[in-house]
C-alpha cells in the first residue's frame, strides 16, 4: 500500500488554520464587494428610474395624494446596483455593509419622502417637486408645459392639431 | 465559419419533407408540417448524429392563431444549431410524439403537455412538472393565463411505492446528494438496486412565465442568474447571448472575453464545490475540507472580479458591467498559480486515498449507447467517451481564441466522471491565463441598440454540468418566450440506467457525480413508471 494519502498530513500541517476569527476580525471581503445600497435623501428626485430598472422590486415608489415615496427594502434587494448605474443625479451609493441582520423589521426599509406638484389645468396630483425643478434645468425649452399633466398636454396638443388642420383646409379654400 | 455544404442537406430534407428552411447566422430554423416530424426528427438525430437539446412549446396564438412546437438540435461537428418548428392548430393542439426515435425528447414533450396543452400521440402521457392537484384545464404558460393566478391548492400526500417482490427504499426528498429537494425511490433485492424512481420538479418556480409577463430584457438577466445557484453566470450569458444573437447584436470582444473568463472561474469553483461533495459521500471528509478550502480561494477570485462570491450579476443584454484593469489581472493570475499548485498537490492524494479509489471505480457505469441515445451532456457525456463540449463544438463569447484539450474518458464509471472534472479544472486555468494574456482593449457594454420584435435566438453554452440551453422568441421590451434548459436535465434520465444492479451504498456518490442540480431542472413537477406498479409522491406547495 501507498503511502501517498499521508501526505495530506503535511498539506494540513503546512496551511495551518484558514478560518478568521470574525466578527472580532475584519471579515474577508474585496474593495468589489457589492453590499446594501444609500439613497441621498437630499440628492433624489423621485424619477423612478431605479424602480424600472430593479430586477427583484426591492425598490418602489408608493403614490398618494399629497406624496411620492420612494421605499427601498433590503430583504428583496440582490445588490446587484443597477439602481446605481440608472439613477440620473448619483443619488444612490453602494457600500460594502452585507451585516444587515436585525430584530426589528422597520430596519429593513428606507423611504424617501417627496411632495408632489399638481397639474395647472385640471389639478391632479402629478410629478414630484424636484423633478420638476431637474426638468426645467436641464431643458429650459419645457418651461411652458412643465407644469402641465401628460393627459392635458396630450388634450392640449390635440386641440391644437385640429385647430391648424382647420386652418390649413380654410386656407386651401 | 459556416460550413455550406452541412447546411445543405438540412435545406433539401426540409424541401423533401414539404417545409420550408432558412439560415440565419449559425441556426437552421426548418418548418415542416406536424406529420412529418417524426420522419424528420429521427433522420436528423439518428442519420445526421446530431445532439438533442431540447424542444420547446410556444403560444403562438396572439401572433398568428396558432400553437408551434420547436425541437432544438445541434450538429455538434458542423457549429450548427438545428431548430425544427412545426405549426399545430386549434385550442387543444396535438404532436406526434418523437420519444420512438429521440428517446431524450422524453420529458419536454411532458413538459409542453403540462404547460401548454399540448397533447402527443404515439407515447404514453403523464404529468411531469405540475403538482397533481392542479387543475387539468390550466395550463400556465398560454398567454392567457396570468402569470399570478394561484389555483387553490389541495394538500394531499403521496405514498410510497410498493412492490411484492422488493424492498422500497425512499431517498429524498431532501439531500441525497447536494442538499436540494429531489425524491428517488430505489427498489432493492438484498443490497441490490433493481429499478429506480425519480420524482423531483418540486421547486418548479415558474421563471419562464415571470420573465415574459412582467420583466424588461435587462431585468431577466439577474433572473436568470438565479435560476441556479452555483452555475447562474452560465444561465445569464446564456440568455444574454441568445438574445444578442436574436437581435444581431454586435458586441465588444472585451465584453466576450471577460464572460468567457467568469465562466471559466465559475467552472473551477463548480468542480471543486463536487470533489468536495463526493469526497465527503465517500466519507473522506478530511479531502471534503481541503478542498473547499482551495475553493474559498476562487469564491475570493469571483468576488475581485464581479463584486460577489455568487450570483456575479455583471451580464447584461449588450454586454458586461465590470471590467478587469491591470491591477485585478495580476491578482487573478497570482491566485490562479497558486490554486493550481495547491490542487495539484492535494488531487494527486485524494484520488490515491484507497476507500476512494475503490468505491468510484466500477461503480454507476453510464455505457457510451445509453450516454447517445439519451444525449446526456457535459462531463456524464465525457465520461462515457462522447466527445462533445459545446466550447469547442459551438463556439461562443471568446472561446474561439483559445485552445484547449477536451478531456474524455470511455469507463463511463464514477472514477471517470470525477476525473473529467480534476482534468477540466486544469484546462480552465489554462483558459483564463490565455484569455487574460490576449485580453482586447474597447468598451465593455453596448449601450445603443434596439431589439426587434419576433426574432429567434437559441444559444447553447457549456455549464460545468454539461451544455445549457436558452432559447429566446423576441417580443415587446421583453422575450415572447423564454425556454430554459439545465443540464441536469438530460442528465437525470441516465441515473437510472447508472443505479440498476449497483449496491445501495453506491447511489448517493451516483447521483452525486452526475453533478445535480434540481433546482435548475425543476424551474417551475415526475412519477417515472417502472415496473412496479403507479405510486403517488409528496407535494411541496410553494
Known sequence: MSHKPLKLIIIAGSKGRVTVKYPYQEPLITPEFRGEIEIDPAKCIGCGACVKA??????????????VILRYFVGRCIFCWRCIDVCPVNA???????????????????????????CEICGKPFETTRMQRYIAEKSPVTEEYASICPDCRKRLLAEAVSARRVGISEHKE | MLNLEETTKYIELASKSGGQAKIEGDTVFITIPPDRLVDVADTIFNKYNTSFRVCAGVDERPLNGHFSLVHLFTDDKAGLYVAVKTYLSGESPVAPSITSVV?????????????????????????????PWWPSNLYPLRKETPYNYRPEPRLESEKLGYSREYGVIPLGPYHPALHEPEYFE??????????????????????????????????????????????????????????????KLDVPERAQFI????????????????LGVAFHLLGYDAG?????????????????????????GINLVGGVRRDVNEEKKQKTLEALRELGREFKNFIEVAISVPQVKKRLTGSGVLPREEAVKLSVEGPVARASGVNKDARRDLPYAAYKYVSFKVPVYTEGDNLARVLVRVDEVFESISIIEQLLDKLPGGSILLTDFEIPEGRVGVQVVEAPRGGDIHYVVTGKGAPYRWRVRAPTYANIPALRVMLRDQPLADAPITIASIDPCFSCTDRVVVVRDGRIEEIKLTQLVK
Open chain 1, 54 to 67: 430593479c430586477p427583484p422590486n426591492a425598490l418602489e415608489l408608493l403614490e398618494s395624494e399629497k406624496e
Open chain 1, 92 to 118: 444612490i451609493k453602494g457600500t460594502r455593509n452585507f451585516e444587515l441582520a436585525t430584530d426589528k423589521h422597520t430596519d429593513l426599509y428606507t423611504l424617501v419622502v417627496h411632495t408632489r406638484t399638481t
Open chain 2, 103 to 131: 428517446p431524450a425528447a422524453d420529458w419536454c414533450e411532458m413538459e409542453a403537455r403540462d404547460l401548454l396543452g399540448i397533447e402527443f400521440t404515439g407515447r404514453e402521457t403523464y404529468r411531469l412538472v405540475l403538482p
Open chain 2, 186 to 247: 430505489l427498489y432493492v433485492e438484498g443490497e441490490r438496486v433493481v429499478d429506480v424512481k425519480y420524482r423531483g420538479f418540486h421547486v418548479h418556480r415558474g421563471v419562464e412565465k415571470l420573465a415574459e409577463s412582467r420583466m424588461s430584457y435587462q431585468q431577466v438577466n439577474f433572473l436568470a442568474e438565479r435560476i441556479c445557484g452555483i452555475c447562474g453566470f452560465v444561465h445569464s450569458t446564456c440568455y444574454a447571448l441568445a438574445v444578442e444573437k436574436a437581435a
Open chain 2, 259 to 274: 464572460r468567457s473568463i467568469v465562466l471559466e472561474v465559475e467552472r473551477i469553483h463548480s468542480h471543486l464545490l463536487l
Open chain 2, 288 to 312: 471534503f475540507m481541503h478542498i473547499w478550502r482551495i475553493r474559498e480561494r476562487v469564491m475570493q477570485l469571483a468576488e475581485l472580479l464581479t463584486g460577489s462570491r455568487k450570483t456575479y
